[in-house]
């Protein structure tokens, strides 16, 4: 194995307790931890890498100085989710650091809430006995079609029936016999037009004569 | 019928982290479990697109988090009468739990209790089920920063609350 200084060790270490470690570099803390000649200085964070080797025992051999650092990163919500699952793990053991068993409620209660499981197992015929609320749309296309042609049946049977209305126009043609009957109705057209023209205009007239009155009154 | 079974065997993976989601946001056991039947009757009226739901367990989260939501505004009364802690004592703890156990949970369920909806809700996500920030900030509609500083605030505020704890 190649030689690793002091320095390079404790700058991944920085690095790691704040979650910022590649997998390689990762790789070599646990390839470092891993074997014999570790510095003292380090020694407090061997049990740490050892755990979370894969071929290591699952029996958390963590000391309390690792639980600190990793407390102080779970409180500031700094944690990975690997770190977490190791401060679960050994809080949920009983043999945990006199100094730590205050922080332990908070992760015994989580593994509780965690073990909560549903009663009431998933059945077909649960689902089979609820009415169901939605109609499938195909059928509701169906039935909105087939309305329409009901109703639009309907009206058009009811109009083909009815008996042909004269229009206005049609009931008050009269087709005169000879040019002095036209000419008569001719001038009995006009004069209506006429008269209702004088009655329009004499209307409009009365409501100007209104407006003006009160535009005096205002002023 | 094969569908229906497979359909089911999807589900039940996930199941218990639906409800205890439903739990923790409805405070009420049978409040949860008509949560998740709804769930499924949704699912099941849909199951062809179900089939081709990527993340089925996210889907279904979001889904049981929109029926949890439902059912707070339209209940007609807050129904936290009925703890969850007594269901919680009851249904998750190990057999030989130890009393001490059970009187530290209470007081824990109490201080989450007490915390602010998206407080509570992101610290149960988090350190109960285990979902990583950007499934918790897809979940919940908040970025990842906002999912941080909420589980920093929850988890200060257990830190405060258990300090002087004895155990």
Same mark, same amino acid.
């Given at each position: 194995?190649?030689?690793?200084?002091?320095?390079?060790? #404790?700058?991944?270490?920085?690095?790691?307790?704040?979650?910022?470690?590649?997998?390689?570099?990762?790789?070599?803390?646990?390839?470092?931890?891993?074997?014999?000649?570790?510095?003292?200085?380090?020694?407090?964070?061997?049990?740490?890498?050892?755990?979370?080797?894969?071929?290591?025992?699952?029996?958390?051999?963590?000391?309390?100085?690792?639980?600190?650092?990793?407390?102080?990163?779970?409180?500031?919500?700094?944690?990975?989710?690997?770190?977490?699952?190791?401060?679960?793990?050994?809080?949920?053991? #009983?043999?945990?650091?006199?100094?730590?068993?205050?922080?332990?409620?908070?992760?015994?209660?989580?593994?509780?809430?965690?073990?909560?499981?549903?009663?009431?197992?998933?059945?077909?015929?649960?689902?089979?006995?609820?009415?169901?609320?939605?109609?499938?749309?195909?059928?509701?296309?169906?039935?909105?079609?087939?309305?329409?042609?009901?109703?639009?049946?309907?009206?058009?049977?009811?109009?083909?029936?009815?008996?042909?209305?004269?229009?206005?126009?049609?009931?008050?043609?009269?087709?005169?016999?000879?040019?002095?009957?036209?000419?008569?109705?001719?001038?009995?057209?006009?004069?209506?037009?006429?008269?209702?023209?004088?009655?329009?205009?004499?209307?409009?007239?009365?409501?100007?004569?209104?407006?003006?009155?009160?535009?005096?009154?205002?002023? | 019928?094969?569908?229906?079974?497979?359909?089911?065997?999807?589900?039940?993976?996930?199941?218990?982290?639906?409800?205890?989601?439903?739990?923790?946001?409805?405070?009420?056991?049978?409040?949860?479990?008509?949560?998740?039947?709804?769930?499924?009757?949704?699912?099941?009226?849909?199951?062809?697109?179900?089939?081709?739901?990527?993340?089925?367990?996210?889907?279904?989260?979001?889904?049981?988090?929109?029926?949890?939501?439902?059912?707070?505004?339209?209940?007609?009364?807050?129904?936290?009468?009925?703890?969850?802690?007594?269901?919680?004592?009851?249904?998750?703890?190990?057999?030989?739990?130890?009393?001490?156990?059970?009187?530290?949970?209470?007081?824990?369920?109490?201080?989450?209790?007490?915390?602010?909806?998206?407080?509570?809700?992101?610290?149960? /996500?988090?350190?109960?089920?285990?979902?990583?920030?950007?499934?918790?900030?897809?979940?919940?509609?908040?970025?990842?920063?906002?999912? !941080?500083?909420? /589980?920093?605030?929850?988890?200060?505020?257990?830190?405060?609350?258990? !300090?002087?704890?004895?155990?």
């Amino acid at each position: 194995m190649r030689t690793m200084d002091t320095l390079y060790i #404790e700058t991944l270490l920085e690095k790691f307790w704040n979650a910022e470690t590649t997998d390689q570099e990762e790789a070599t803390l646990k390839e470092y931890f891993n074997q014999d000649a570790v510095d003292p200085v380090f020694e407090y964070a061997k049990p740490f890498f050892v755990v979370m080797d894969e071929s290591a025992e699952i029996v958390p051999d963590l000391t309390a100085s690792v639980m600190h650092k990793l407390l102080e990163k779970y409180y500031q919500a700094e944690t990975t989710l690997e770190e977490e699952s190791i401060l679960k793990a050994y809080f949920t053991q #009983e043999s945990i650091s006199e100094e730590l068993k205050p922080h332990a409620p908070i992760f015994r209660s989580f593994e509780m809430v965690a073990h909560v499981e549903m009663k009431k197992g998933l059945s077909i015929d649960h689902l089979k006995t609820k009415p169901t609320r939605i109609i499938s749309l195909t059928w509701v296309k169906v039935a909105a079609a087939a309305v329409f042609f009901v109703v639009g049946g309907y009206f058009v049977m009811q109009h083909a029936n009815q008996p042909e209305v004269k229009t206005m126009a049609k009931a008050r043609y009269i087709e005169p016999d000879n040019p002095e009957e036209a000419l008569e109705y001719t001038l009995k057209a006009l004069a209506m037009v006429s008269r209702k023209y004088k009655k329009g205009e004499a209307q409009l007239l009365e409501g100007m004569r209104t407006i003006n009155e009160a535009k005096g009154a205002g002023n | 019928m094969q569908n229906e079974n497979n359909l089911f065997k999807q589900i039940e993976v996930f199941k218990n982290k639906l409800f205890r989601y439903a739990l923790n946001m409805l405070k009420n056991e049978l409040d949860a479990e008509d949560v998740i039947q709804e769930l499924l009757v949704r699912i099941w009226q849909r199951k062809d697109q179900f089939d081709l739901i990527e993340n089925k367990e996210a889907w279904c989260m979001t889904v049981t988090r929109n029926l949890c939501i439902d059912k707070i505004r339209t209940r007609k009364q807050n129904s936290q009468d009925i703890s969850d802690y007594h269901f919680i004592a009851d249904h998750g703890a190990p057999p030989d739990i130890i009393t001490e156990d059970r009187e530290n949970l209470k007081i824990v369920m109490d201080v989450l209790n007490s915390l602010p909806e998206n407080q509570k809700e992101i610290i149960h /996500l988090r350190d109960v089920e285990g979902y990583t920030y950007k499934e918790i900030a897809e979940l919940t509609g908040l970025s990842e920063d906002q999912v !941080k500083v909420n /589980l920093f605030r929850a988890r200060q505020r257990l830190k405060e609350k258990l !300090k002087n704890f004895k155990y």
